[in-house]
């Protein structure tokens, strides 16, 4: 259970962060396992929270939360690159799951205690190989990965997740697992990106900008991207996206073609 101000770990799957400290309020974004917050004030069953990795604030429940008391480590060595994986409470598939955490879930690895398993800093045990060192770019590049954890996942306001995301989250997600880091809302991202990108020399990997809206081209002529018209994670022909949206604001480049 979170307890006071400092700085604070996820300590279940994901959770929402509410814009206020209310169940019933909105969703604005999620918080992944893991993942380091500082609490700025607390009350009532909640944290107001600022997120490390890009300075987002809201509320989350405090009992997701676990303090990290002044001796405890800091540091996070690894993150989860399958689509999710599960921590169990011995080295033994047959063991008791403890938690099932989604894609890019943090953990401190401190010991590897067979072929298959290593101990966390939280003393739980998760399968070593769908693990990647933070210092580690997911190797497959920003497509693939889109392709393969993300591609119809359901369309979820404010989600960071396989288990369902937005289009900004999406895009800040797969800029994250390249090393990047990138505002979480996509106006926000639209204003930070400075490579700008005229309409008729995009390419693969671009990104392209509406108000409220932003996609990954995966050719000239189609986009990946979290769409609240079909509430899923998709690939469609640019065209009918236009002809939804309008013309883009902005085409940017931030991946290279060997990403």
């Known amino acids: 259970m979170g307890n006071g101000e400092g700085l604070h770990r996820v300590c279940i799957g994901l959770t929402p962060v509410q814009s206020q400290p209310?169940?019933?309020?909105?969703?604005?974004?999620e918080a992944l396992y893991g993942e380091m917050v500082q609490v700025l004030t607390s009350g009532n069953g909640w944290a107001r929270v600022r997120q490390l990795h890009d300075g987002y604030e809201g509320y989350i429940d405090s009992d997701h939360l676990h303090r990290i008391g002044p001796t405890a480590g800091t540091t996070n060595t690894h993150w989860v690159g399958q689509r999710s994986t599960l921590l169990f409470d011995k080295p033994d598939i047959k063991s008791r799951v403890v938690h099932r955490i989604p894609f890019a879930a943090e953990l401190a690895l401190v010991e590897q205690v067979n072929d298959s398993f290593s101990l966390t800093a939280c003393n739980h045990y998760v399968w070593t190989s769908h693990c990647l060192s933070l210092?580690?770019?997911?190797?497959?590049?920003?497509?693939?990965?889109?392709?393969?954890?993300?591609?119809?996942?359901?369309?979820?306001?404010?989600?960071?997740?396989?288990?369902?995301?937005?289009?900004?989250?999406?895009?800040?997600?797969?800029a994250r697992t390249q090393g990047h880091s990138i505002p979480r809302d996509s106006g926000d991202q639209e204003r930070a990106l400075d490579?700008?990108?005229?309409?008729?020399?995009?390419?693969?990997?671009d990104l392209m900008y509406w108000p409220g809206h932003a996609g990954i081209l995966v050719s000239p002529e189609s986009l990946l991207h979290a769409t609240a018209h079909s509430l899923d994670c998709r690939i469609e022909p640019l065209r009918e996206v236009i002809a939804r949206a309008g013309p883009a604001s902005s085409v940017k480049r931030l991946f290279s073609n060997s990403s």
Not at 148 to 172: K, M, N, V
Request: proline share 7%.
């Open 195 to 205: 490579l700008s990108v005229h309409i008729s020399d995009c390419q693969v990997l």
């Open 135 to 174: 210092s580690v770019n997911y190797p497959a590049g920003p497509l693939e990965l889109a392709r393969t954890h993300f591609l119809g996942a359901p369309y979820r306001w404010g989600g960071r997740s396989p288990e369902g995301l937005d289009c900004s989250g999406l895009i800040q997600m797969l």
């Open 22 to 29: 209310s169940s019933n309020s909105m969703c604005t974004n």
